[in-house]
């Protein structure tokens, strides 16, 4: 799965884009950021505040508990400031 | 029938009455416009410029969504959406919603339902630089946009 990060999510991780092996434990988005949690201490950090992450799948706009299945890509990031 | 939304996410400027006169123009069924442009503020004379940061792709896919929500509420003859990306400096424009009507009504009450919306659901973000050049800061969403937003 495609993995995308913006504003200060993508700082803290320290890069814009990656693509994982989704395990098959993973079932909601939750499960998806503890799993990206486990990765290493950036992304640990990043994912700290978890309640202030917003995601989209395939762009669209999702909660933490939609499902992940068949999604292509996810994208992390901190609630939106445009305008 | 409702009409398709003009909708752009660019790195160039835009020109807020040429934008409007793209909507009246050559017909007579117009009786409104309203033109809402956000330009980047610098209150404090602190600020050197904004960095908006966008999700390409999905940041017109949102816009897209929402002018669509827009166009099937109000009776609109024309919605055109502008929102820049890139290095923005103080005194120069963000972001243009023009909004057209046979009423004046619907061509107010889309254009705000519209930068409602748009705040918080289009995939933008705002990082401060300085002119003293202490390190940039992310722009915090502000709780108001929310309300502002749960009001339709």
Sequence with gaps: MNIRYFAWVRERVGIEEET???????????????????????????????????????QFHVEQDALVAGAREAAFFPPMTGG | MTITPRVRVQLENFDAAEESLRLSAGRLDVGAIVTFTGLCRDEAGTLSALELEHYPGMAEAELNRISTEAAERWPLTGLTVIHRYGRIAPGENIVLVVAASSHRRA??????????????????????????????????????????????
């Design chain 2, 107 to 152: 061509a107010f009450e889309a254009a705000d339902f519209l930068m409602d919306f748009l705040k918080t659901r289009a995939p933008f973000w705002k990082k401060e630089h300085f002119i003293s050049g202490k390190e940039g800061s992310w722009v915090d969403a502000k709780a108001g946009d929310d309300s502002d937003a749960a009001r339709w």
């Design chain 1, 20 to 58: 994982i092996e989704v395990p098959g434990h993973v079932e909601t988005v939750a499960d998806l950021i503890a799993h990206l949690k486990s990765i290493d201490e950036n992304h640990a950090s990043a994912f700290e505040e978890e309640d202030a992450i917003r995601v989209a799948l395939d």
